[in-house]
């Protein structure tokens, strides 16, 4: 195995405070391991900061998703992608009018030549999965990897991609993207059920929250940054992370949700208009935690009415199986342990005790977790092991 080294002159040629050149090491410490210590770069991916630079994902993104960057195929000429290809038509109208996800002041030429290695990526998967189905919205996601790492890696990485986290979304019908959008409103009213309550006067839905989801928020925020330290936090998780994400902005904007008109139209006004000054990393961090306290077997009862058993989120358990070591849940719960043995400490053992004894049904009480959530704290430690333990083999409802 060819050992990894971090740059010498800092990370991208800008001087890094202690902390980061430490995880810095940290990183290229898991790189070099023998095997790769898995568990390690998701914990780097999910914590503050997430993996920090485009040089450290190139080398990362494939280790969380299983991918050996020492067996890449050829990509195939793009004329013969394009020749009689049903999806052809409407991934070029979509590339078109994908500027705003190219960096500004990229010159035109740079630009037009990536558009055509984008539309060559998604023709070539695709073309190599005849059941995936393209989706207006997939082109986002494509792109950021594109962006980060290239098209041969990011051909490779978007093709594993498609067929496990991203597969409900590539379906013939929504059904199971619908599913999984089902299980935003059971997340906030288990934290907030006054703004679920809200939220149903209004029966505004879910559907606002549609692009965030398909696009993994790509095609939402126009900071680059903010997508890639995303992008970071749901490679190293469970597939039904994004929605839990979702939640927490939602929760995040509690104050504007119950000072808006409780009807439809205003509601889905002010949610579709994603602020794009969010607090990043500690809406990461409380997503990750309510993903412990919440996982999705828990959830799913409340959703429940159809079978779930052929949606990504259900079949993850095959995925991490199939993965290199860890198990995405793990980082996740080890977090929220370590954070919750703090306040232990902090506030004693009884009232520790009192909160997380505190029976479900009382609706009214809030997350000891969410007063938790400082510079990430230990929200980290748990997206590796529970995604098999947490498999769900239940009903869940979709829509009527």
């Given amino acids: 195995m060819a050992r990894q080294s971090p740059p010498r002159n800092g990370v991208g040629g800008h001087d890094f405070d202690a902390k980061k050149k430490r995880k810095v090491a940290e990183i290229y410490q898991a790189l070099n391991s023998d095997p790769i210590d898995v568990a390690a770069l998701r914990r780097m991916a999910i914590s503050e900061g997430g993996l920090l630079t485009d040089e450290i994902r190139c080398k990362v993104w494939p280790k969380l998703l299983s991918v050996n960057t020492d067996d890449l195929p050829p990509l195939p000429a793009g004329k013969e992608l394009r020749e009689d290809n049903k999806d052809y038509q409407q991934v070029l109208l979509d590339v078109r009018r994908s500027l705003r996800r190219f960096p500004p002041g ?38 950021t990897f594109l962006l980060v790492v290239g098209d041969r890696l990011a051909t490779a990485l978007v093709e594993k991609l498609s067929t496990h986290h991203l597969r409900d979304f590539m379906d013939p019908t929504m059904d199971n993207t619908k599913h999984i959008l089902n299980y935003l409103m059971p997340i906030i009213d288990q934290v907030n ?3 679920h309550d809200f939220m149903q006067s209004a029966e505004v839905g879910t559907i606002f929250a549609l692009s965030w989801l398909i696009t993994w928020f790509g095609h939402v925020l126009s900071d680059f940054r903010h997508v890639v ?25 509690q104050r504007e949700v119950l000072e808006c008109e409780c009807d439809m139209a205003s509601v889905h006004h002010l949610l579709s208009q994603i602020p794009q000054d969010l607090p990043y990393e500690s809406l990461i961090s409380k997503a990750g935690d309510l993903f412990v306290q919440f996982p999705p077997s828990e959830l799913a009862k409340e959703a429940a009415q159809q079978q779930a058993e052929r949606t990504a989120a259900s079949t993850f358990k095959d995925f991490e199986l199939a993965s290199v070591q860890q198990r995405p849940d793990t980082v996740l719960r080890q977090r929220f342990r370590e954070r919750l043995r703090g306040e232990e400490r902090l506030r004693g053992e009884e009232r520790t005790k009192s909160i997380l004894t ?18 990430l704290g230990a929200a980290a430690l748990a997206v590796v092991k529970s995604a098999l333990e947490w498999a769900p083999k239940f009903e869940l409802q979709i829509f009527p």
Avoid at 118 to 142: E, F, S, T
Avoid at 231 to 241: R, S
Avoid at 365 to 373: D, I, Q, R, W
């Fill in 358 to 375: 505190k029976p479900r049904t009382n609706r009214f009480v809030k997350l000891a977790v969410m007063g938790l959530t400082v510079a």
């Fill in 193 to 195: 059920p006054e703004v």
């Fill in 229 to 253: 330290r995303l992008y970071d936090f749901f490679l190293a998780c469970h597939p039904l992370m994004p929605i839990y994400f979702a939640a927490v902005i939602v929760l995040h904007r």
């Fill in 106 to 143: 990229m010159p035109d030429d740079q630009r037009e030549g990536l558009q055509e290695e984008l539309i060559d990526i998604i023709l070539h998967v695709l073309k190599r999965n005849p059941q995936l189905h393209y989706y207006q919205g997939y082109h986002d996601i494509v792109v």
